[in-house]
């Protein structure tokens, strides 16, 4: 159950439908454009993926130098959103703190960069 509710089911093969890949954030830029604080950050998902581009309202929780080189979790193949003049090409995905600001889903220890959740 979540909020009251319980918890939707599905099939391995709708899970395997998410793109959940691993890669490494190579560039951090401010976002001052952005309407709640926010970084421009490129990440470098292999051969396959290339480097691509999203933003992330991580400001609280992270500085752009702690930033450089941490590889992150994120989901590829959402349809690309438009943030102003910025577009975003994927979502990095992070977790709830304890006052709600963003920790980023991450790796404990280094892996190829593309790698595939499973």
Do not use: C
């Not at 439908?17 to 954030?25: H, L, M, N, S």
């Not at 975003?88 to 790698?115: C, I, Q, R, W």
């Amino acid at each position: 159950y979540m909020n009251g509710k319980p918890l939707e089911k599905l099939t391995f093969e709708e899970f395997q439908k998410v793109e959940i890949r691993v890669g490494t954030i190579v560039e951090v830029q401010e976002f001052p454009e952005a309407r709640r604080p926010a970084f421009k950050l490129w990440v470098d998902f292999g051969r396959e993926f290339g480097v691509r581009k999203t933003s992330a309202q991580i400001t609280k929780n992270y500085g752009k130098q702690n930033l450089l080189g941490r590889q992150v979790a994120a989901v590829m193949n959402f349809l690309s959103k438009q943030i102003g003049m910025f577009m975003s090409e994927f979502l990095v995905l992070g977790f709830p703190d304890d006052v709600g600001e963003v920790v980023l889903a991450s790796v404990d220890k280094p892996v190829p960069n593309g790698g595939r959740l499973y």
